[in-house]
């Protein structure tokens, strides 16, 4: 799939110049003449309704952001994918006549192996290729950055050797796949999807082999209303053990019952045995497990109301949706370092600046990095200025929604 800058960025684009110049110079910096390089951009995604359901096979609704990584690459005719980000010093290089996992990979150089070994897999084709890039996604910011990463990468291959032919759905299975099997995180398939597909999207992760796609459209200028991030500070990068602990005890309360994931445990029947439950897997499992049926359910919800116009439902949603992984899912905070409380914070200051309107909630995967809120326009300005005394200048980035996920950029 092809897109225009001006499609991509409206009238941002003039303030993109300078971006997309600066990945040129780098490119021909580290890998030479860029006459036939092209540009690729994958976006960002918020997390709208669904806070961490999507890796228990349940339901979610999120939206790519106009926030994206950008990539200059093209063939070099070699066995060897080399890749720069202005982000990092080094220039990470895979050679892919060998993609069994690598112990000695980390960060981008398990991703990129991991996207190879399973482009092959399916029967795609793969080569070597060089690729600068810089990124506007807030790395450890909960808005993904490293699936937006994934899906450029995947993006690159599919243009540069397959014709433009992974759809978006594949290229997220196979983005997730890297970082399940190559990085070792147990994410969902949320934030590659929402990266992939692009625009407000609802999705029911059932059988996650063929999930259930479908679009939403949410204009919340014409609601009154501006979506709002704010990045408390704290980098959750090296978090993996806190996330990885959320599916595992959801996972626990749901093997009690017989089943793999909370998604196929009957609702009515776990809440007869919570006493069992507690003696079994801890009181947090239960309470997550509570959550997971919760928010299945809102997420489901909330897509109805919007596609039903009932914003102000929805709104009484994400509230909801809030109040639950606050209490319950408890990721708000990291267990290993309960002194940060950023998000927890966040989410205090901003219910004070929005007076009872709107609504806040946890961001993404949560722990550390960003909290959400929507804002009436009429306080956005106080509250952008409330929350940046607080969280320093900058810290509050009002998004908007972009139509189009992972994409070959047109000049």
């Not at 000695?104 to 996207?115: A, C, H, K």
């Not at 978006?168 to 399940?180: F, G, H, R, S």
């Not at 082999?209 to 609601?223: C, G, H, N, S």
């Not at 909290?371 to 969280?391: N, S």
């Amino acid at each position: 799939m092809k897109a225009g800058v001006k499609h991509l960025y409206g009238a941002g684009w003039e303030q993109e110049k300078a971006r997309y110049e600066e990945i040129r110079a780098g490119f021909e910096t580290f890998f030479g003449d860029s006459q036939e390089a092209r540009f690729f951009s994958a976006p960002g995604r918020t997390e709208i309704g669904g806070n961490h359901t999507d890796h228990n096979h349940g339901r979610v609704l999120a939206a790519a952001i106009n926030l994206d990584v950008v990539g200059m690459a093209k063939t070099n005719g070699l066995e060897v994918i080399r890749l720069k980000s202005v982000e990092y010093d080094r220039v990470d290089e895979v050679d892919i006549t060998s993609l069994a996992p690598n112990q000695s990979d980390y960060g981008s150089r398990s991703l990129i192996r991991g996207i190879c070994a399973r482009c092959k897999e399916l029967g795609y084709e793969i080569g070597g290729f060089d690729c600068f890039t810089k990124t506007r996604v807030l790395k450890g910011s909960g808005l993904s950055s490293s699936a937006a990463f994934e899906i450029l990468v995947v993006t690159v291959v599919s243009c540069l050797f397959n014709g433009g032919e992974i759809d978006p759905v594949t290229a997220a299975m196979i983005a997730q796949y890297a970082e399940n099997v190559y990085f070792g995180k147990p994410c969902g398939l949320l934030d590659q999807m929402a990266s992939s597909v692009g625009g407000v999207t609802a999705m029911d992760f059932h059988n996650p082999q063929k999930p259930v796609i479908e679009k939403r459209e949410l204009d919340l200028a014409a609601y009154g209303y501006a979506l709002c991030v704010v990045d408390t500070g704290g980098n959750h990068a090296d978090l993996t053990d806190e996330y990885a602990a959320i599916p595992a005890e959801m996972k626990k309360a749901a093997a009690f019952f017989g089943r793999e994931f909370l998604r196929d445990v009957d609702e009515k029947e776990f809440y007869q045995n919570i006493k069992a439950l507690r003696a079994a897997a801890g009181d947090r499992a239960v309470l997550r497990a509570m959550h997971f049926f919760d928010d299945d359910r809102l997420a489901a919800a909330e897509a109805k109301a919007l596609e039903q116009g009932d914003f102000e439902g929805f709104l009484r949603m994400v509230r909801d949706s809030g109040r639950s992984s606050l209490m319950r899912l408890q990721n708000v905070f990291a267990s290993s370092a309960p002194a940060e409380q950023g998000i927890t914070l966040a989410l205090a200051v901003a219910e004070s600046l929005l007076q009872g309107r709107g609504a806040c909630r946890v961001h993404g995967g949560g722990f550390a990095g960003t909290m959400q809120a929507y804002v009436p326009l009429d306080l956005l300005d106080a509250y952008r200025e409330g929350m940046e005394k607080v969280f320093g200048e900058g810290a509050c980035h009002v998004l908007s929604v972009r139509d189009v996920g992972g994409v070959e950029v047109e000049l």
